[in-house]
């Protein structure tokens, strides 16, 4: 059995984080365990309270699950304070596993879901040890400081974040406007690929970056090369955004079910 990890807050409505990942890893086949660093009372209209847990207790949550189990991948979303971050990268450096860093900044509420002076901590901490970042395009923004406008932009912020350590980055689009969905991914190496998608026109999109990464966290457990991790995730994110759920009265959830009953192949294509 492929077991992977998701190191996250908590959404009381299930749509992001750490429900929005186990679902995702449900889906798609592999065991999905967790540490939660932080309850927020959320539904799709916003966020109106967040408790954070102590690092010690959010180390001990991951301590637990290694001490027993195999895992594999990991990612992390909501990280909340500098001191959750420092305390989770001192333990995940201790294993051996591929890593996953969201970089949850500001709810599509617009609650602040990591303090401001957590991205010091995100940058020179965690991401040297992170094999791959998904920032949206606000997260690029705030880690770079560039205002992102243009292609040319987005490829001068990715090797911004390529210099921090970090081993390739996907510049996730959704939130610049265009026909198509589009996704740029830079390697340390120099490699790079685009990855687009039909653009669906729908408020319900609430967990869209959580439910991405976590399904790249459980290809990746699941063996598949990073590019092709990557590229898969896409098409799961493109199935769940496509047949949503209609539910709630602001931004809805997206549809963890869809992936393994929609036609997927051709919905994506690389560039
Ligand atoms: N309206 C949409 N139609 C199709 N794909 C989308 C749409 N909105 C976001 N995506 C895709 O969902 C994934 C998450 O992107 P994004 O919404 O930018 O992240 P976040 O939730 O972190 O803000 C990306 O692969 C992006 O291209
Ligand atoms: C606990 C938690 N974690 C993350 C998000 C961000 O969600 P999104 O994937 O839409 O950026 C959220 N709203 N709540």
């Known amino acids: 059995m492929n077991i992977v990890m998701t190191i996250a807050g908590s959404d009381s409505s299930g749509g992001a984080g750490i429900q929005a990942d186990l679902k995702t890893f ?8 967790s540490a939660i660093t932080a309850l927020t009372a959320q539904n799709t209209l916003g966020v109106s309270d967040i408790l954070a847990a102590s690092p010690e207790f959010t180390v001990a949550q991951i301590q637990a699950v290694f001490e027993d189990l195999q895992v594999t991948a990991v990612k992390t979303g909501m990280l909340f304070s500098a001191e959750i971050i420092e305390a989770v990268t001192e333990e995940l450096q201790k294993h051996s596993v591929q890593l996953v860093v969201d970089p949850v900044m500001i709810a599509k509420g617009g609650a602040s879901l990591l303090q401001q002076e957590a991205i010091h901590a995100l940058k020179t901490k965690l991401l040297p ?4 970042l998904t920032p949206n395009i606000p997260e690029a923004e705030e880690i770079t400081g560039i205002q992102i406008e243009t292609v040319q932009d987005i490829e001068t912020a990715a090797k911004k974040i390529l210099a921090l350590g970090v081993q390739c980055v996907v510049m996730k689009g959704g939130h610049l406007e265009g026909e ?3 996704d740029m991914v830079y390697f340390a190496d120099g490699a790079f690929f685009a990855m687009s998608s039909e653009r669906i026109n729908t408020k319900h999109t609430h967990g869209t970056g959580c439910t991405f990464s976590a399904a790249l966290t459980a290809f990746l457990g699941k063996g598949y090369a990073l590019r092709d991790a990557i590229i898969e995730a896409k098409h799961f994110i493109q199935a769940a955004i496509s047949h949503p759920l209609n539910i709630g009265n ?3 959830p997206t549809n963890h079910f869809a992936y393994r ?3 997927v192949k051709g919905q994506v294509k690389l560039h």
């Open 26 to 33: 449900q889906e798609l086949g592999v065991y999905g365990t």
């Open 129 to 132: 040890i992170a094999t791959v």
């Open 250 to 252: 602001g931004h809805g």
């Open 261 to 263: 009953k929609a036609q």
């Open 180 to 182: 198509e969905a589009v």
